[in-house]
T-cell receptor
Framework: DGGITQSPKYLFRKEGQNVTLSCEQNLNHDAMYWYRQDPGQGLRLIYYSQIVNDFQKGDIAEGYSVSREKKESFPLTVTSAQKNPTAFYLC?????????????FGPGTRLTVL | KQEVTQIPAALSVPEGENLVLNCSFTDSAIYNLQWFRQDPGKGLTSLLLIQSSQREQTSGRLNASLDKSSGRSTLYIAASQPGDSATYLCAAPLSNDYKLSFGAGTTVTVRA
């Protein structure tokens, strides 16, 4: 089955720790995205990548970092500089290097700061 | 910057009633208008995509309309079922931007 996988489903972080969220797709999509969702709010774009070895900041990139070394993988690191990281994180991909096409979403990772 | 608003934030209807969900956006220079469904604790599933040149799009019991001049889109769900209970989000990317701007969503409960 083609799709997007995210791991882990739940993640707990202690103060001062960096944590990495995994996102893998086997849809052969060029573009990948990371969003953050807080209760009662829409999705906010953290980072996006239109091609391997290239990525751009979204609206709330501070305290986050990404890499895109392979087409199918787009991991997100939440650094200790992110002051309020507790949220639901969603990864998505789309067929073309343009974010206006339909995006396909993974199941999400819920991050909680202890 | 595109601002997307969805009102109401929550809606509860009896089974069989038709649902009407609203989405408004501030910048009419959109590339398309997308509707998604999100079940609790899950990712988003694409429902309908209306190109900027279209007025509506249909899929089964779902129909979405688009009026760019007034900055509005409406999602109609006919003969609602308990399985339609979910949060519905719209997104309106600008034609000169590659980012989807999401509304906060409308959470629908269909009572059996």
């Amino acid at each position: 089955d083609g799709g997007i996988t995210q791991s882990p489903k739940y993640l707990f972080r202690k103060e001062g720790q960096n944590v990495t969220l995994s996102c893998e797709q086997n849809l052969n999509h060029d573009a990948m995205y990371w969003y953050r969702q807080d209760p009662g709010q829409g999705l906010r774009l953290i980072y996006y990548s239109q091609i391997v070895n290239d990525f751009q900041k979204g609206d709330i990139a501070e305290g986050y970092s990404v890499s895109r070394e392979k087409k199918e993988s787009f991991p997100l690191t939440v650094t200790s500089a992110q002051k309020n990281p507790t949220a639901f994180y969603l990864c998505a991909s789309s067929p073309y290097s343009g974010g206006t096409d339909t995006q396909y979403f993974g199941p999400g990772t819920r991050l909680t700061v202890l | 910057k595109q601002e997307v608003t969805q009102i109401p934030a929550a809606l509860s209807v009896p089974e069989g009633e038709n649902l009407v969900l609203n989405c408004s956006f501030t910048d009419s220079a959109i590339y398309n208008l997308q509707w998604f469904r999100q079940d609790p604790g899950k990712g988003l599933t694409s429902l309908l995509l209306i190109q900027s040149s279209q007025r509506e799009q249909t899929s089964g019991r779902l129909n979405a309309s688009l009026d760019k001049s007034s900055g509005r889109s409406t999602l109609y769900i006919a003969a609602s079922q308990p399985g339609d209970s979910a949060t519905y989000l719209c997104a309106a990317p600008l034609s000169n931007d590659y980012k989807l701007s999401f509304g906060a969503g409308t959470t629908v409960t269909v009572r059996a």
